[in-house]
């Protein structure tokens, strides 16, 4: 490959790199072509973008971007590059994915690394951890409705309390007739 041609590859992943927040390092490695359709098929449904790269050209990609060199270690074998905005969405699908295959310890796709929220997760163990991770939506609804609750509990003693306040009203004014 000429080394034009490398570096517009380069480009091309550090503006996708760029564009999504997350990204999960896999490895899809002996999927046949049916599985790999599902998979990529998976992949557009939740809005992750995945890609088969090039390790070399990743790891000089995450260099120019200054991310986390912790994960060149795990830029071995065959890497597909999972990228989205919400930072559970791979973990969940990929969790999803290996459980129709339960019979298979190395079902794919496998986790070597993700890079969520800033922080590096290496290793298939950490695939529950991260697929209970809440995105930045669900924390946000999360917060709205804890800021809701008060207001409901006071909205709900009034009206209880009108309630209550009308039949003793009531009550009083059939005592005196």
Do not use: W
Request: charged share 30%.
């Amino acid at each position: 490959m000429k080394k034009e041609d490398k570096s517009a590859i380069i480009e091309q992943i550090k503006a996708e790199l760029e564009q999504y927040q997350h990204f999960y390092l896999t490895n899809i490695e002996g999927l046949n072509a049916q599985k790999t359709s599902d998979l990529r098929r998976a992949c557009f449904k939740k809005d992750i973008k995945l890609m088969v790269v090039k390790n070399t050209l990743l790891e000089k990609a995450l260099k120019e971007l200054d991310r986390d060199a912790q994960l060149f270690d795990y830029l071995k074998g065959n890497t597909a590059l999972m990228l989205c905005n919400t930072g559970n969405a791979p973990a969940k699908l990929i969790k999803e994915f290996t459980e129709k295959d339960k019979k298979n310890k190395e079902a794919k796709p496998i986790l070597k690394a993700a890079y969520v929220e800033e922080t590096v997760y290496v290793g298939r163990e950490q695939l529950d951890f991260l697929a209970t991770i809440k995105s930045k939506n669900e924390l946000i609804a999360d917060l709205v409705a804890l800021l809701q609750s008060p207001a409901k509990n006071v909205v709900s003693a009034l009206q209880s309390g009108g309630n209550t306040i009308h039949g003793v009203l009531q009550t009083l004014g059939e005592r005196e007739a």
